[in-house]
């Protein structure tokens, strides 16, 4: 054995061809003293070896067989690869790696827009498979834009607004489970409930639907529960965080089911888990907390000391936490934390040293996370796993247009046809603009996609109000991405029952198979009043405009033509399937009867 220049070098013999002494003197002048090898004598060598080869024993495992004379050119191609592996990580292979952002075209954009200039940390738009809304500028008090999607193009100086708070709006959400019902809140310290009408406004709407009185000071956020149904929460200026019950006929809510005041800030974020069980807010004293939304008890707290966290975000089902934030020398940080332990963050990623705040969007589906800077024109993403590094940077969008506010489109919206796994509505005050940005995994084939497309969270509560007070708590309906495999429309709750009540079964030929929580497909009935139709004519007719229907336009790319087919397609397929079940039935039918003839017969 010898050692030198920090390795270990294990002497192999060779078959004896011509004296080495030169070699084995080189050897040693390369730093390696006479006295460090040991075992093997001069004579021994010189009798018996042509040449002193070595194997490395690095620290690195190179274990490769080299001329012991060459140490020192072994040693700096270890220091080498160290370097290049520092700089360029390993390959990760994954099937979003390739991931890139497009930007729609200019007639696809919404223009002229006037943007709201509020200095809130907030997105400013909201967006479903049907609306975008966005909060704008009012002379009298705050109003947000509700606009059709597919009315894309120049806006109408004169277009009618929501306009019903006092003060200026600063955050609004649409109802997960109600695709025409949207919740705002605003500095007059007041919550409202809008009901937005199928067919287009003509007018500024004014009157809500409820509103919502318990903070004293301005309220800055609002968040629905993303399982149960009309259960919100909001945050305001006062400290608080207030939980509010809608299932009640009451327009006017003086009195929150659960206020809790455990913070000594103002909140910054609100997040809740996958099912809804758990809350986790950041506030102003730099603090990340983890609450139990119905008893109001914080479960978990994180000292944020070299961490400033602005925004936080539930990880989906990986029992973790990404906050985003600043550090102590006031670089942008993304920081994971466990959700278990908040005592020190799992990991740690600088960005750069810009001021905006960063805000996450985390798709539980594809386990990647984006990130998108207020002031900045790009947005980067990362693709998010249990173990470490936790976070695997895959590349970013660039765009020299900064962003205002962001919006994203639900999964249930997306072009699935293009595999699109993600949509942005970028707001861009300095042009009046709204700019969707789609995020598409490159294919070739424009068939549905299942690899990239699982089950996601549907339209249809899991839980009503009642149901989630008590204790409950239950995963997301899931439902397919794959097209008319699941209706877009909202879907109305049926009335709460006591669990005491009963509940009436259905008549046999009238019942239906219910699975995964979807709603079943809407069946012909068999006797219409020819009235009955009419008005439903009249009511299709009311929301026609330009000339098609809101709820269906016309497909504009080869690509909506193509999705619209595929609908037909699925369509005409749930009827046949439908026909055979009747005709099934109708044959039971015909054999009980004939059954029963015979029983009577024999009587």
Partial sequence: MAQGLGETWMILPCWPSRTVESRVQGWLDEGVAEGEVSGIGSRTLLGTKTGVVGVCKNSQRCDQTVQARDCRLHQQEHRLKSRKMSWHPQYRSSKFRHVFGKPASKEN?????????????NHFCAVNPYFIAVVTECSCGGAFFVIPLHQT????????????HKGNVLDIKWNPFNDFEIASCSEDTTIKIWDIPKQLLTKNLTA???????????VGLVEWHPTAANILFSSGYDYKVMVWNLDTKESVIMNPVRTIGCHQGVILSMSFNTNGSLLATTCKDRK??????????????ANCMGHRANKVLFLGDLNKLLSTGTSRWNNRQLAVWDQDNLSVPLSEVDLDGSSGVLFPFYDVDTNMLYVVGKGDGNIRYYEVSADKPHLSYLTEYRS???????????????????????RFYKLITTKGLIEPISMIVPRR??????????????????????????????GPVLVSLRPCSELLSPQPLL????????????????????????????????????????????????????GFDIECPPPKTENELLQMFYRQQEEIRRLRELLTQREVQAKQLELEVKNSRMNSERF
């Fill in 288 to 301: 990340i907390r983890i609450l139990d939304p119905r008893a109001g008890a914080v479960l978990q707290e």
């Fill in 445 to 474: 084939s424009e068939s549905y996609q299942e690899d990239i497309y699982p089950p996601t969270a549907g339209a249809q509560p899991s839980l009503t109000a009642q149901e989630w007070l008590r204790g409950m708590n239950k």
């Fill in 495 to 546: 009335p709460e029952r006591p669990p005491s009540e009963p509940t009436t079964p259905f008549n046999q030929k009238e019942k239906l198979v219910v699975e995964d929580g979807q709603k079943p497909f809407s069946r012909v009935e068999e006797k219409v009043p020819r009235q009955a139709a009419e008005r439903r004519l009249e009511e299709k007719k009311t929301r026609l405009t330009n």
């Fill in 153 to 164: 193009g120049k806006l109408d100086p004169h277009y009618p607004k929501v306009c019903g």
């Fill in 400 to 422: 020299l247009t900064p962003q205002k506010g962001i919006g994203i489109m639900p999964k249930r919206g997306l072009d699935v046809t293009s595999c699109e796994i993600f």
């Fill in 109 to 121: 954009c919404y223009d002229s827009v006037p943007i709201t200039h509020s200095v809130q940390d």
């Fill in 208 to 218: 809500c639907k409820k509103e919502l009185i318990g903070h004293t000071r301005r």
